[in-house]
């Protein structure tokens, strides 16, 4: 961490703490927050961890996590107090404010020192402290590194090394995604001697699903993917309409863009799909072909080099068209990407 004998001495006295992380938080996000808050609370700090939205039932498991503050509209000015009036702030998985609406401007206006825990590219220069490592798979993997520089690995217990092996698990694909480095199967051996369970929370992640979860992918996978072989690239495309009609829940369309990178010959996948007030695309792509550099360029959005996010006021149809017509520029790097 920069600046880390600074940090500790300010986190050598009890603080107001309030921890948030990234919109629509994953595994990776609410594992290393809530892993991060239970560790912080062990030497007396007043944690609170804060999430701009919902997220996916099947993260409820997470240790800690019946204690989250969602944001909503009725509980505005409570997030506001508890931002206002902390000490230190923790930022978790997400490089810009921007990523979690009106609490990011909140934040920017605090008063309380700032820490940037996260691993994605070209991140905004608002913290006091960082632990910040765009080669690390996760964000998890980064609170575990910041415990072990603290030389606090005693205070790691089931429960939070079982909140970090999640986000560590999910962040690399199941250790399958090419951002899977020795030092990823270092930490994941290190938690498990600490405590966490791999065979469990492998299934509360992976093999939880609800029946309409599971018949929306059937759909996705038969009447919804598209594949451009002249382009080595798969899409598939969701209307409100259609999440409607299975019953979608918040993350339920988590890792139907891995299925179309799946494909034998496919180097880019896209999922596109509509929000209330906006469409989300999720990019995935093989080798050294950037969909972080195509999202930053084209759909306010970024991440990492095969892994990226973005969004778009449009129409559905609109992105869509957006989309197809961009990818002639991108066409000889999408073919030529090593895999």
């Known amino acids: 961490m920069t600046n880390l004998q600074e940090y500790n001495e300010f986190m050598s006295v009890a603080r107001r703490v309030v921890i948030v992380t990234h919109y629509k938080p994953d595994a990776d996000a609410l594992g290393s927050s809530l892993g991060l808050s239970a560790f912080l609370k062990k030497d007396g700090h007043r944690v609170t961890v804060i999430t701009p939205s919902d997220y996916p039932a099947f993260l409820n498991w997470l240790p800690g996590n019946d204690e989250v503050v969602i944001f909503s509209e ?114 994941a051996s290190d938690l498990v001697s600490l405590g966490a369970n791999p065979t469990r929370v492998s299934k509360l992640i992976y093999d939880t699903n609800t029946l309409e979860r599971l018949r929306l992918m059937g759909y996705v996978l038969s009447e919804k993917l598209v594949v451009l072989p002249e382009y ?39 999922m596109i799909y509509e929000r209330k007030d906006e469409i989300k695309l999720s990019f995935r792509s093989l080798g050294e072909f950037s969909v972080n550099e195509l999202a930053r360029k084209y759909f306010n959005g970024g991440g990492h080099r095969n892994a990226s996010g973005g969004s778009s006021t449009d129409s559905l149809g609109v992105t869509l068209e957006k989309f197809l017509s961009i990818l002639p520029e991108y066409q000889e790097k999408i073919l030529s990407a090593r895999v």
């Open 74 to 187: 009725a509980v505005a000015e409570k997030v506001k107090s508890l931002v206002t009036e902390a000490e230190i702030i923790f930022c978790l998985d997400f490089s810009a404010l921007s990523r979690i609406n009106s609490i990011g401007e909140m934040i920017q206006k605090a008063t309380g020192k700032k820490v940037l825990i996260d691993h994605h590219l070209e991140p905004e220069k608002f913290a006091d402290f960082e632990q910040w490592n765009p080669k690390a798979a996760s964000t998890a993997g980064l609170v575990y590194e910041l415990i072990i520089e603290l030389g606090e690995r005693v205070k790691i217990d089931n429960a939070i090394a079982d909140c970090l092996y999640a986000g560590l698990l999910t962040d690399t694909g199941g250790f399958r995604h090419n951002n899977t480095r020795r030092e990823e199967f270092m930490i």
């Open 232 to 270: 080595k690239t798969a899409y598939m495309t969701l209307s409100q309409e259609e999440l409607k009609k299975f019953g979608s829940q918040s993350g339920d369309t988590e890792g139907f863009v891995n299925y179309g990178l799946s494909i034998e010959g496919i180097h880019l996948s896209v």
